[in-house]
């Protein structure tokens, strides 16, 4: 069943374990800290974290797991001890403890202080915000894992306001085998460099191809000018629900398994970005690349929209597309026809997705900020039933041919 998007619900799995609260050694120095970033093709609305920098006022989740000497994380992670790992902060059982930004010493850290040990080192997972339960398992492959998310929950929408349009899911890049703090962007502590999971429109543009105006505006129009509204951009067919594995080496270059399946019984849905009603004037453009908002309504006035990331079919109607709307007006000089001279007429085009992002898999990828730039051609059309074509005329003459009279005598 086809619906607007606007919330989500995650259906979580927690993982219980110890932690190490004790000081291991004197040196204050020696406490884990953490320094953040925030990986590229970012963007900010609401809670969506932009550019490279992780906000201060935001918290974030890590674990921690301890690895004898001379071990490694890739080769002995199956052994390997959680060392920072369960909150009270969270659900029962949660994984992560909760980092936040300690202004007063410009480092972050955790409301109880965990320190390096002596021996051995420490592999640390991170994800961000830390309200979500995320699990992970050291026995597998899989890293760290969120099942079942859904990008929007239609049973509450459109009154809840607890939606996941404002959760900007992120997975650091994993450090392995560290044994005191290091340095990233000015800061002490452990490297936390994050990257978005989900896919995130960032909006749409649209313009004509060239001038169909011909250089004319109101009170210089001639015939065979032409200007355009746009009424409605949807985006169809799209899952919204899925799981998420990280892998076991988060974001480096030997990771496998890292990305998105779409979960078991996911249903899809449209994306409403803006729409127009039947009996008002829609959006005007022309040549001019215009940035088209969302309308009011759309995603309780955020503009973007986060998805789920996806591989795209080219198998039948119902493929992921963009559907545009919108109405060229004619002006063919005709003032008796009561509409001063214009005739309008509706024009509708879909385009799937799966040709649209054809030069990047044909898919929605992790980390990726998307902006639709839509061009309206009416050049080079060779659908005879395509209202958009050009009208063109094709000339030829009939040759004279005698007549049968020519032949007879006409006797007077």
């Not at 899925?242 to 496998?256: F, I, V």
């Not at 005007?284 to 215009?290: A, E, L, M, R």
């Not at 006035?301 to 919108?326: C, G, K």
């Amino acid at each position: 069943m086809k619906k607007w998007i606007i919330v989500a619900a995650l259906a979580t799995a927690i993982l219980a374990s110890c932690t190490k609260n004790e000081v291991r050694v004197d040196a204050p120095d020696q406490a884990i800290s953490f320094t953040t970033a925030v990986g590229a093709n970012s963007t900010k609305a609401d809670e969506i974290i932009s550019g490279t920098v992780y906000p201060f006022d935001e918290t974030f989740g890590s674990v921690a797991f301890l690895l004898g000497e001379d071990e490694t994380w890739e080769t002995d992670h199956a052994s390997a001890k959680v060392y920072i790992g369960v909150s009270e902060g969270l659900a029962a059982g949660a994984l992560g403890v909760e980092v936040s930004y300690d202004e007063g010493n410009n480092y972050w850290t955790t409301a109880t202080p965990y320190y390096w040990p002596k021996t051995g080192s420490l592999t640390f997972f991170s994800f961000s915000p830390y309200e979500k339960d995320f699990k992970i398992d050291p026995t597998n492959t899989d890293g760290l894992v969120i099942e079942g998310w859904d990008v929007h929950d239609q049973a509450t929408q459109p009154t809840d306001t607890d939606w996941n349009q404002e959760k900007d899911l992120m997975v650091a890049t994993i450090q392995t085998e560290q044994t005191q703090n290091g340095t990233n962007g000015g800061y002490k502590g452990v490297p936390t460099i994050f990257h978005h999971i989900l896919s995130y429109i960032g909006g749409f543009t649209i313009r004509t191809d060239i001038d169909y105006t011909n250089g004319h505006s109101d009170g210089s129009w001639t015939p065979g000018d032409m200007t355009f509204e746009l009424k409605s951009i949807k985006i169809n067919n799209i899952y919204e629900k899925g799981d998420y594995k990280s892998g076991l080496m988060p974001y480096k270059d030997e990771n496998t398994g890292e990305g998105w399946t779409i979960a078991d019984g996911a249903d899809r849905a449209d994306y409403i970005w803006t729409d127009t009603d039947a009996s008002a004037t829609g959006t005007t453009f022309n040549q001019t690349k215009k940035e088209i908002e969302p309308y009011s309504s759309f995603n309780n006035d955020r503009d973007y929209l986060l998805v789920m990331p996806q591989a795209f079919t080219n198998d039948d109607q119902d493929d992921a597309s963009i559907t545009v709307e919108y109405v060229v007006k004619y002006y063919n000089g005709d003032t008796a026809n009561g509409n001063d001279g214009w005739i309008a007429y509706p024009v509708t085009t879909t385009t799937k997705l799966y040709d649209i992002h054809k030069d990047n898999g044909n898919k929605w990828d992790l980390n990726k900020r998307i902006v639709y730039n839509l061009v309206i051609s009416f050049k080079g059309s060779t659908d005879p039933d395509d209202p958009s074509q050009q009208i063109l005329w094709a000339p030829s003459v009939v040759e004279w041919t005698d007549d049968p009279i020519n032949s007879g005598d006409i006797v007077m």
